[in-house]
Each structure stands twice: as structure tokens, then as C-alpha cells.
């Protein structure tokens, strides 16, 4: 039987390279926030192009032949209690609009895994710098420009929780799920 395409084992073409699908880290939020993230990204963000849930992306391309090793890691780092994030502000993309968190935890976090996973490191992954949730992008600036207004004029500073690890394999638009990691 020919193995899964959906697996991140599965040997298949990503970016003109053929081999096993790139690896996804996301944070997971509690299910008050990430609900709240998901009904916007479904209001705002393109309909063809949205094959996500609203996410928190870490790292976006580890290499998939490490799936254990990614694995392994994220188990280790999970042993860690739950911690609040701020959602601080709407931040205007120029073809899109994301909503800004930031957590002393998450930052020593994120720091701890890129040192692990250095050697595998895309230059993206290198750059990492403000986690964020995009609730809109690749639409015209004018239309990006018209939510952002609306959402800061509403704009509310809150604080979420931080409730674990997710990891994906990514398939071309659509991600499927290899496993989650959750604190405490």
C-alpha cells in the first residue's frame, strides 16, 4: 500500500523538492481566544485562500524527515505551566491585518526551540520576531486598510492563555495535524 500523502512521512513535492512535508509549530491558545481568532479570520480573510484555523505559527518550515525529533523536543518544552499572553494590538500588514501577543514566556520559549532546531533552521525561521495571529491577508491594501481601522477602533487590550504546542505537516494550503503538546 502506498503511504499517506496527508503524512509528513509521505515523499512529495514542496516548493520543487521532493521529500517528506515540512513541519508546522504552532502555540495553542485557550478555547475563549482562539474561537474569538478563528470567527474573524473566517469574516476576513479570503474564503479561497483560508484553509486554516487562526494560528500562532512558530516556526514555519522544520524539515519533515525530523518528525521525531521535533516530537521529542516539543514533549520536553510542554512540561511547562500554562502562561497568559497579551493580546496587545491590531497591526496593519499592508495586504492583510494581524493581531499582536506578547509574553516574556513565549519569547524564552521560542528562543529555546530555535536553539534546538538550529541546524535546521529556514532563513523565515531565523527572523522570527513578533508572534501575532493574521486575521486577514492578500487583499487589496484599501480593503486591509478598512479593517484595520474598524477592529482598532474597537480594540480592547486582553490577556489569553497559552495552553500548549501544536505540530502540523503542511500540505500546500491546508495543514494536518501530527500532534499536540500541551502544558502543565
Known sequence: MPPDPRSARAGTRHGGLTGPAPLIVTLLLDDGAQGRFDRLRAAHF?????HLQAHVTL??????EHLPDVSRELAEVADRAPFDVA?????????GVAIDLDAPELTALRRDLAAAFDPWLTRQDRQW??????VQNKVEPDVARALYEELSASFVPETVTARGLGLWTYLGGPWSPEGEFAFG
Request: glycine residues 8%; aromatic residues 8%.
Open 87 to 95: 493580546v496587545t494590538r491590531v497591526r496593519f500588514l499592508g495586504r
Open 46 to 50: 479570503p474564503a479561497e485562500r483560508n
Open 129 to 134: 520576531s513578533r508572534p501575532h495571529v493574521t
Open 59 to 64: 516556526f514555519h518550515a522544520l524539515p519533515g
